[in-house]
Every structure is written in C-alpha cells, then in structure tokens.
C-alpha cells in the first residue's frame, strides 16, 4: 500500500481528495496542513499532522517512509514552498511528486477563451510560474498538474492538455481534478516529468 503525503490537505482541493483518497484506496495517508489536527481523526490508515511547509523541520517530520508526495499548496509563499519540498524530497529520498500549479502560468490559455488569466496579464500567477520553475529543474518524477478556476460539476467533464499545448478551458470542476490526481498518485509513471492542464473543454 502507498503512503502518500498531502500537503495543503484541508484547502478546497486537498479536502476534496483528501476524503476520496480515504474512501477509494488503501493507501496510508499523511495529512499536513497548519490545521489538520483539527479537522481530521487519525485511524490505521490517516494521520493529520499540523506543519508549515515553509518549515524545513516541519517537512522532514513527515518525509519519512513516503512513496508519493502531492502538493496542494496556493499562496504567495508557493515558491519557497516548492524548494523546501524538492530539497527535502532529495535528502529523504522520495522520488515522486505531483505539484498543483495553475493554467495560464506559460502563457497558454488561448485570448478567445480567458487570456486575461495568463501570467502575462495576471500578477498573481507570478508564484505559481516560479514555484513550478523549481519542481521542472528538479531530478524528482514529478507531475505538474494545472487545474483552473475550481468549481462544481462532474469528475468525467475534464480535458487534459500538456506543456506546449493551448490549453482548453480555464474552470476545473473539483471531482474531475480530484479523479485524475487519484490516478497520479496511483501511478508513478502517468505523466512522469510532463505538466499538464486540466478543465472543462470551453473550445
């Protein structure tokens, strides 16, 4: 069985796949946020552990033994996140990481559908760009993953799309990203050192 480390575990998508994770395998689970503590129970299976992941101490506490890492981590301070985890991923030899980064970071979502949110035109993609910058200059089997704007909707209404590719869309309905990062996390070899969009086809 897995043992997968979810960090961001208690944000909109680390929630979502934090509970399919849970109730669809039998993966052991580490999850890792500032409040996990209080928002899960441990069994068997899950641990909730409250960290920082700008905190080098934090991450090592929990790197241990670990297949796959999946980072669901937004913010201004994404960059030095994305450090932390690589360095600390390397001295602790774990190999596979699947980092959630955004659309639009390369420029890709085509002007007819949503250019306003390519990082030329959005300073808030600044960190999500630099962060993904890092885990790309890494030696770890990484897949970037790119959802857009996250909303409800159906876990079959997706489209993938990858690096080089104009992306299709710019929402994300939350059980489609949820599904497929399952899979990511299952297979180690899915998308191994690609990065890849996913949202609703607004073509």
């Known amino acids: 069985m897995k043992k997968v480390l ?55 506490s929990v790197m241990n033994g670990v297949d796959v890492v999946y980072c669901a981590i ?8 994305a450090e932390n985890i690589v360095n600390v991923m390397s001295e602790k030899d774990v190999k596979r990481l699947i980092f959630m980064g955004a659309v639009g970071i390369y420029n890709e979502i085509p002007d007819g559908i949503d250019g306003e949110d390519n990082l030329d035109n959005e300073p808030e993609q600044i960190p999500n760009r630099k962060s993904v910058d890092v885990v ?17 909707g159906d876990e079959n209404d997706y489209v993938l799309t990858v690096k080089g590719e104009p992306a299709k869309g710019y929402t994300t309905p939350i059980p ?15 998308y191994s050192r690609e990065s890849v969009s996913i949202t609703r086809d607004n073509t």
Request: glycine share 6%.
């Open 74 to 81: 937004s913010g201004s301070s994404l960059p030095e996140i």
């Open 136 to 152: 790309e200059a890494s030696n770890l089997n990484y897949t970037v993953l790119r959802p857009g704007y996250l909303i409800d």
């Open 176 to 190: 489609a990203l949820v599904k497929f990062a399952e899979q990511l996390i299952l297979n180690d070899e899915l």
């Open 6 to 60: 979810l960090l961001g575990s208690t944000g909109t998508a680390g929630s979502a796949l934090a509970k399919k994770l849970i109730s669809d395998t039998d993966c052991y689970i580490t999850l890792f946020s500032r409040h996990a503590e209080t928002v899960y129970s441990n069994t068997v299976r899950i641990k909730a552990v409250n960290g920082d992941a700008l905190s080098i101490d934090d991450l090592k």
